[in-house]
């Protein structure tokens, strides 16, 4: 019989209470210390954290608190002003990305299927990473913060065409490509104009109708059913859970509570957001990465090529 031992979860939050330390004491983002935490108790070294579908299910949940988190920052006079940032400049950085990894790929000798699939893997960006970095140094609401946020926004959106295309083009799709691609951008489209229609009306007069209880756990347990809810339904209609959490901040961005709901979402999202970025350093492997390391080294050379690009782009704007 399989005795359980909380010895491995003590050694873990020892270890990442100190180096979350060091990384303050050093000025460090302290998510490359919970990523160090997770490459040591992880498979790649002591494997004191056994790495399941459960494990990587609970990181997500993280990402999902911090971007409704960001989405209550927002409103929806506010992403109307930065559809030009979402669909103008993140539609190119897409598109740019993609043709130019494509191309070099291509040139190199490289299938076109395979060349597809690299280029929409490195086409798309952590919205985890990036926007905890921005919140950390509180430079979301800066011009280069909001656009990285628009940027973030359009991949979210484009991951749906690629989950699609990717398939097809393996051969794993059944029936007419155009009508799954069509279906897909409808069912796209009418869960977030739901949300942003009906959501916005009645979003206000239910947690309006729960503060009335005057029920401080009543109120926590409601802003966790709306974040993991709509979250929740987004999934369910193939977009990402991150993109749900984000409409559901931004629809009670515009209520009375969104200081109450920042404050009291604050301790969820910063625990599980940091055990997200532990499970992906479980997921290093060196040992890959020594076997790999020219591939890697012409990708990422690529990929800081497109990204002064992007930033070229930008100047001239």
Request: net charge neutral; hydrophobic share 60%; with cysteine.
């Amino acid at each position: 019989m399989h005795e359980f031992s909380l010895a491995p979860i003590v050694i873990v939050l020892l270890v990442a209470v100190i180096t979350v330390i060091c990384c303050r004491k050093f000025n460090i983002p302290s998510m490359l210390g919970y990523l160090l935490v997770g490459f040591i108790a992880g498979p790649g070294m002591f494997r004191l954290i056994p790495q399941s579908h459960a494990t990587d299910y609970l990181g997500e949940i993280g990402i999902v608190f911090l971007m409704f988190s960001i989405g209550l920052e927002f409103s929806l006079p506010k992403l109307k002003a930065m559809r030009r940032l979402v669909f103008g400049l993140g539609g190119l950085q897409v598109i740019v990305t993609m043709l130019s990894i494509m191309g070099i790929l291509m040139a190199m000798g490289t299938p076109f299927n395979w060349a597809f699939a690299t280029a929409g893997a490195l086409t798309m960006s952590s919205t985890a990473i990036v926007s905890r970095i921005l919140s950390e140094k509180t430079e979301l609401g800066q011009p280069h913060g909001q656009m990285a946020m628009g940027v973030l926004l359009m991949q979210d959106i484009a991951v749906v065409p690629l989950m699609i295309l990717i398939p097809a083009l393996a051969g794993g799709s059944e029936g007419n490509l155009w009508v799954e691609l069509g279906l897909a951008g409808l069912k796209m489209l009418l869960t977030l104009g739901i949300l942003f229609v009906i959501g916005s009306r009645v979003m206000s007069r239910w947690f309006r109708l729960v503060a009335k209880r005057k029920s401080s756990e009543l109120f926590m347990i409601n802003v966790l059913l709306v974040t993991l809810g709509v979250a929740y339904l987004t999934e369910l209609e193939g977009l990402s859970m991150a993109l749900g959490a984000f409409v559901a901040g931004m629809l009670l961005s515009e209520t009375e509570y969104r200081i109450q709901v920042e404050d009291d979402i604050r301790p969820f999202r910063d625990i599980l957001l940091g055990f997200f970025f532990i499970t992906v350093g479980m997921k290093l492997d060196i040992q890959a990465l020594i076997g790999n390391w020219q591939q890697i080294l012409i990708l990422l050379a690529i990929l800081l090529i497109l990204k002064a690009l992007v930033v070229f782009i930008i100047a001239l704007r």
